[in-house]
């Protein structure tokens, strides 16, 4: 309760207070004009107890009135015992302090002037039986009730009792110069009658012309209310009759008013008598837990269309049967538009769980989980708690490339984003996503709307038939170098057999017809027989030697030939055997020889000596070796540049390795994470196709090995080749 309702609330405990108080002391006074002879001629105690018990007699009907008719009863038990036991305090109380006044007044105020002693005698008891009847109007079983009579304003008491003692002074000034013979039951009546004439214009204008105006106005403010309101406004009786039809109903169910009033309310219901019952059950229920909605009940329009009203059933007594008050709120576009909107929801949430793509929203600008589906539950490992509570922060920063969770957050209306990373799912399996990303609003609410999708098998297809398509264009070339070195080989061996063979005819003669000089020419014309310009003495000398150079070329001709031959040679589907890997760098270095003298002046070769041998195929090997020499030719900036080659053995790893190192210009970081991909070539310009890495990478992978770089700009570049030990636990 408010301030302001809390004054009103004393100021009619106050009015009712001293309306009671007047009435004790009105009701004493007429009492003690009326038999006060009686009461001399008893005695002062039988005297007493007389007037105690006519007073209390008196006092009685107001006081019942008051805690029986003007405070409604709640229909508990103990709240009527509770009246009653208050009633009989407050009378008790009557009967004492009369009898204690009539004793005690004779002897505190020993007036011969009855009418004085009269007036005394009601105002001491008026003032004594005050402080219980506080008391009683004060206690919370009272106060907690409404009382009807307090609506009534202060004023208007006092100014109908201000009118009757005025109206009644005035008339005791003129009576008795007026009417001052007559005979006594006469002068009463004139009394009264002309106190009635005096009174009757004070009344009238004092007090009744202003209740009729207040009545007039609240009528008018009410009729106001009644008409003007949206919700329908519907008063029945107990048999479910209606006496009251407002506007808005007429406009709500399509009735006119006169159709209705009389009739059953049980044509605007659609369950008919039943549900009436119901309402009216509620009713009830909802006004002793103190009012409100009671229920929703489907209604009729009179074209038969059904409504769903919000109803609040209130009892009203206002005259001697109950009345209910019926406030009906039409709620049927409201309900239907809460049933499209759960619809949609319903729809909403159907897509949302049951999408291919895995639906995360974000908190604008950071990459708080506000709600995730089932398929990012399924594609991250996470449950959507585990997600809310920071599982997704956990992938972001592991998350490759970085800067995952700087992209989502810096999502806005004008900025979408699409990114592919990889992660790890929670149980430690690496996957790759594709993110997509854009701002919008929920129901009002702005959140980042991100998709991911699980595209790992998909890209692992994509760089599994890149590596087919790099392999096949790979076989082919090999197959038409093949080819080529086929023919080469055959243009070259036949004039190199003729070479070799008649070098070693030449060889054989050369060495006979020395011998059959040095036995038929002395000696000492030797030195003055000259041939080609060279002494005949130094022709042995030098003719061995040139022979024996055309035999050495001859047979390194042989052996770049079977070097070009076993390079081209395919090996697919044959066992591989055990190899010795400083044979297989030798043989590549032989075939780079040229390149290697080209692009650089320091080039230093460095095998270790007992090696373990592999398994595999040595031309495989030989070519990812030539592929790693040949990218670190390409990729100096000068002859003074140097190369580094060399193997060894890794012990605690059980490792052939093979380490290319050179001193060039070296890769960024974005090179180097893409520098194995197929096609993907820093050479464009100078003719790279993007594949000799690749190629070499799955070489090595097919051998059980790996294939490891590092790099750093304008430093250079190191490839190492690690292969099992053949016999070892780590041989595939």
């Known amino acids: 309760m408010n301030d302001n309702a809390e004054v009103v609330g004393w100021k009619n405990y106050a009015g009712v207070f001293s309306l009671l108080l007047m009435a004790v002391f009105a009701t004493e006074l007429a009492i003690m004009q009326l038999f006060s002879q009686v009461f001399t001629r008893l005695g002062t105690i039988p005297g007493g107890l007389l007037d105690a018990f006519c007073v209390t007699l008196f006092c009685a009907g107001p006081l019942w009135f008051y805690l029986f008719r003007l405070v409604p009863d709640q229909g508990e038990g103990v709240n009527r015992r509770t009246a009653w036991r208050l009633l009989l305090k407050a009378l008790l109380s009557v009967f004492l302090i009369e009898f204690l006044v009539m004793l005690l007044l004779p002897v505190l105020y020993p007036s011969t002037d009855s009418l004085a002693s009269d007036l005394t005698d009601a105002a001491l008891t008026a003032l004594l039986y005050a402080v219980p009847l506080w008391r009683l109007l004060f206690k919370p079983e009272l106060r907690r009730r409404v009382i009807p009579m307090m609506d009534t304003p202060l004023r208007l008491y006092v100014l109908l009792l201000g009118s009757v003692f005025f109206s009644d002074l005035l008339q005791e000034l003129l009576f008795p110069y007026r009417v001052g013979s007559l005979f006594f039951t006469p002068n009463y009546v004139v009394d009264a009658f002309i106190s009635t004439l005096f009174g ?76 009436l019952q119901v309402l009216m059950k509620r009713g009830l229920e909802s006004a002793q837990r103190g009012g409100g909605p009671v ?54 949430r159907q897509i949302f769980q049951q999408s291919e793509d895995a639906i995360v929203f974000f908190k604008p600008g950071s990459t708080e989980v506000l709600e995730a589906n089932e398929k990012a539950v399924q594609i991250f490992g996470y449950g959507n708690e585990e997600l809310k509570e920071g599982g997704f922060a ?52 702005p959140v980042t709307y991100c998709t991911f999708r699980d595209i790992t098998e998909r890209i692992r297809m994509e760089e599994r038939t890149r590596e087919i398509h790099a392999k096949l264009i790979q076989t082919n070339k090999m197959t038409s170098l093949g080819l080529l070195v086929s023919g080469v080989a055959h243009e070259i061996n036949n004039p190199n057999n003729f070479i070799m063979a008649n070098c070693e005819l030449l060889s054989r003669i050369t060495g006979d017809t ?38 050495t070329g001859s047979r390194r001709v042989n052996d770049i030939v079977q070097n070009l031959k076993g390079f081209a040679r395919q090996e697919q589907g044959q066992p591989r055997r ?13 075939l780079m020889n040229h390149e290697i003298i080209k692009f650089t002046d320091n080039f230093t070769l460095e095998l270790a000596d007992g090696l373990p041998r592999v398994l595999g195929h040595p031309q495989q090997l030989g070519q990812v070796v030539i592929n790693l020499i040949m990218n670190a030719c390409q990729a100096l900036p000068g002859k003074k540049s140097g190369i580094w080659v060399a193997t060894g053995f890794a012990v605690a790893d059980q490792e052939v390795q093979i380490t290319v190192r050179d001193q060039g210009r070296g890769m960024s970081s974005d090179d180097s994470q893409r520098i194995l991909e197929p096609f993907f070539t820093t050479k464009l310009e100078e003719g790279g196709t993007g594949l000799g890495l690749t190629i070499s990478d799955s070489i090595v992978k097919e051998h059980g090995g790996t294939l490891e770089f590092t790099s750093i700009p304008g430093e250079g570049t190191t490839f190492v080749v690690r292969l099992p030990a053949a016999g070892t636990t780590k041989e595939r």
């Not at 007039?216 to 209606?242: C, H, L, P, W």
């Not at 002494?535 to 024996?548: D, F, H, N």
């Not at 055990?578 to 032989?590: F, K, T």
């Open 200 to 275: 009757a214009p004070l009344i009238w204008l004092l007090v009744a012309r202003p209740l009729k105006l207040a009545a007039r106005s609240e009528k008018a403010r009410v009729t106001a209310v009644y008409n003007q309101v949206i919700d329908a406004i519907v008063v029945v009786d107990s048999r479910g009759m209606v006496g009251s039809f407002n506007p808005a109903a007429e406009r709500i169910f399509g009735y006119p008013a006169q159709e209705l009033l009389g009739g059953s309310v049980t044509r605007l219901l659609e369950g008919g008598a039943t549900a």
């Open 295 to 348: 229920t929703e009940l489907t209604c009729l329009r009179r074209d038969g269309l059904p409504l769903i009203m919000n109803i609040s059933l209130s009892e009203l007594h206002l005259g001697e049967k109950p009345e209910y008050l019926l406030i009906m709120r039409d709620i049927t576009s409201r309900r239907r538009m809460e049933l499209a909107l759960r619809e949609s929801e319903t729809r909403f």
């Open 394 to 445: 956990a992938l972001c920063r592991q998350a490759e490339p970085p800067g995952l969770a700087e992209a989502i957050a810096g999502v806005n209306t004008e900025q979408s984003v699409r990114q592919e990373f990889s992660c790890r799912r929670k149980g430690g399996d690496e996957i790759i996503v594709s993110l997509r990303g854009k701002a919008m609003a929920l129901q009002g609410i």
């Open 514 to 551: 020395l011998k059959a000089l040095d036995e038929y020419l002395p000696d000492q014309g030797r030195s003055q027989i000259f041939l080609g310009g060279v002494p005949l003495a130094e022709v042995g000398e030098q003719t061995r030697r040139l022979i024996g150079g055309i035999g």
């Open 578 to 590: 055990e190899i010795e890997v400083n044979r297989v760098v030798r043989s590549a270095l032989s």
